[in-house]
């Protein structure tokens, strides 16, 4: 008698399981903003210990993720293997894991990533697949060259063509979720589309957990002030499993000051943003650790009510935004955009607030005593003062 082997029995994820894997706003380490072409097997393993080893882990950064310039060449099945950088891409994601961290990779719908790398497209459910073999639990997907398809498609039928491109785009990113789901595999998706077609209103009904809903930012404080400002009315989007996402924290890599890094760091907690730091975690100072680590602003941001904040009030340069917290509590960021220092004000009312409440100063760690109606403070240039009231 011939005994059948019995293969691996692999049920998909309904798509509200897909969604449970990002219930707060996802918090870890991308190499691209440092290290970007450069990232190694041995750069990815020092992240891992360093976010071990400098309390972020403790702090809830638990992703290492691993951007573009990984891929290597797909075999004669089509399976896609690591370039010399990445020796050995299971035994990493095992040492990530060893760590009690989570571990991220990046593709594209195209048939190249943004660095011309092979990209996922006609092999979806092969890398899912292998995604899922190496224990992959977040997934960024860069849509980069999918776009001269997109485009090629819309060209042939010019009347219909901004249709045509939405369609692809949804297509492709609805494939690679299916895809991810059919492994049975927890990922988290997050959709890198630089905003595109109102990606928010439609990318949580194709399982994604986070979309960019801007531009790539960089290290400086034009960049990030403008894609963090720009976030004013998206607020509504975003909620438990599905978040916007303004891009990776610059925090630490050099080209602002500790004000400006405070500001970056306090908007995108507002935001209810992903925090995914991105410097070289092996050499922080003391004071991006300081910032990077404030529990008190990380809590704002990991807050269970899912609220993302927006803007209450703004003139000229001066702006209060504002973020509702559990237990009847809110945030209150106070930011002066211009180059000198000047007073804001926060009117409870705007805010959401009861007409008197408890003020805490969040980066000074003080209570500052119960308020009537409103509070102001001096904020420096670029600056933020950020509020708990209660």
Not at 52 to 66: E, L, P, Q, T
Not at 293 to 301: G, S
Request: proline content about 4%; glycine content about 10%; charged content about 25%.
């Amino acid at each position: 008698m011939k005994f059948l082997r019995l293969l691996p029995f692999v049920v998909a994820l309904p798509l509200a399981a897909q969604q449970r894997v990002a219930l707060t706003p996802p918090m870890g380490w991308n190499s691209w903003n440092h290290f970007a072409g450069r990232v190694t097997d041995a750069d990815v393993r020092a992240a891992a210990d360093a976010i071990v080893s400098s309390g972020m882990k403790d702090a809830g950064y638990i992703y290492v993720n691993i951007d573009d310039t990984w891929e290597g060449k797909r075999d004669a099945s089509g399976v896609l293997h690591t370039n010399e950088k990445f020796p050995d891409m299971k035994a990493l994601g095992d040492y990530i894991h060893s760590k009690g961290l989570k571990f991220g990779i990046y593709s594209s719908p195209g048939p190249q990533t943004c660095a011309r790398f092979e990209g996922s497209y006609q092999h979806e459910e092969q890398d899912a697949k292998t995604w899922a073999e190496w224990g992959v639990d977040y997934i960024k997907y860069d849509l980069c060259s999918y776009r001269t398809i997109m485009r090629e498609a819309a060209a042939k039928d010019p009347a219909n063509g901004e249709k045509i491109q939405s369609d692809l785009m949804r297509q492709a990113y609805q494939k690679i979720s299916d895809a991810i789901r059919k492994t049975g595999r927890p990922m988290v998706l997050s959709l890198c589309q630089y905003g595109w077609d109102e990606v928010w209103t439609w990318a949580p009904s194709l399982g994604g957990n986070l979309w960019r809903s801007t531009g790539d930012i960089s290290d400086s404080y034009l960049s990030m002030s403008q894609i963090g400002f720009s976030q004013a009315g998206l607020s509504k989007y975003a909620g438990p499993g599905h978040w916007n996402d303004p891009d990776m924290l610059e925090v630490g890599n050099g080209r602002m000051t500790a004000e400006e890094y405070r500001t970056h760091m306090s908007l995108w907690s507002l935001l209810a943003a992903p925090l995914l730091a991105g410097n070289d975690l092996s050499k922080m100072s003391d004071e991006t650790k300081s910032i990077l680590l404030n529990k008190e602003v990380i809590a704002i941001d990991q807050d269970s009510l899912g609220k993302q904040g927006d803007r209450v009030w703004g003139k000229g340069a001066l702006e209060v935004w504002a973020k509702p917290l559990s237990n009847g509590k809110v945030a209150v960021g106070l930011f002066n955009r211009s180059l000198e220092a000047a007073p804001v004000s926060v009117r409870f009312a705007d805010a959401g607030a009861k007409s008197s409440a408890k003020v805490r100063d969040v980066w000074a760690g003080k209570d500052l005593g119960t308020k009537q109606g409103s509070y102001t403070a001096n904020v420096a240039a670029h600056g933020v003062v950020l509020l708990i009231l209660e």
